[in-house]
């Protein structure tokens, strides 16, 4: 069972930046590929990011392309997410999800992922 907790929600006013992390108790995490998802109130579960097992390859949201990006540590056994050019409606619980593969591929939609953390509040205020 692998344990994920993500880190590094809070309160930024927009037009700010949060950089999201999310660690994986998990020793093999350079098998799993990893995503970053969030859930604004009253809103289903979106995708963001997802990233290879390996690092080498993403994939975005169209909402959050350019202004997003998701980057992994396999050594510390964290996946991040940088958040730049916050908005007003990027205010939601971001998840991280992982889930284990034979080949480096992306993982785009909520189905595919095996794993979750419990989330962490990013509130901009506009």
């Known amino acids: 069972q692998v344990q994920l907790a993500e880190s590094g929600g809070g309160l930024v006013p927009a037009g700010g930046s949060l950089r999201l992390s999310c660690a994986a108790s998990e020793p093999t995490f350079s098998f799993y590929a990893m995503g970053w998802f969030r859930q604004a109130p009253g809103k289903e579960r979106e995708f963001l990011a997802g990233i290879s097992r390996g690092g080498g390859s993403t994939n975005y949201a169209d909402s959050v392309k350019g202004r997003f990006t998701i980057s992994r540590d396999n050594a510390k056994n964290t996946v991040y997410l940088q958040m730049n050019s916050l908005r007003a409606e990027d205010t939601a619980v971001y998840y991280c999800?992982?889930?284990?593969?034979?080949?480096?591929?992306?993982?785009?939609?909520?189905?595919?992922?095996?794993?979750w953390g419990q989330g962490t509040q990013v509130t901009v205020s506009s």
């Open positions: 999800a992982a889930k284990r593969v034979v080949v480096p591929a992306v993982l785009s939609t909520r189905a595919q992922y095996d794993y």
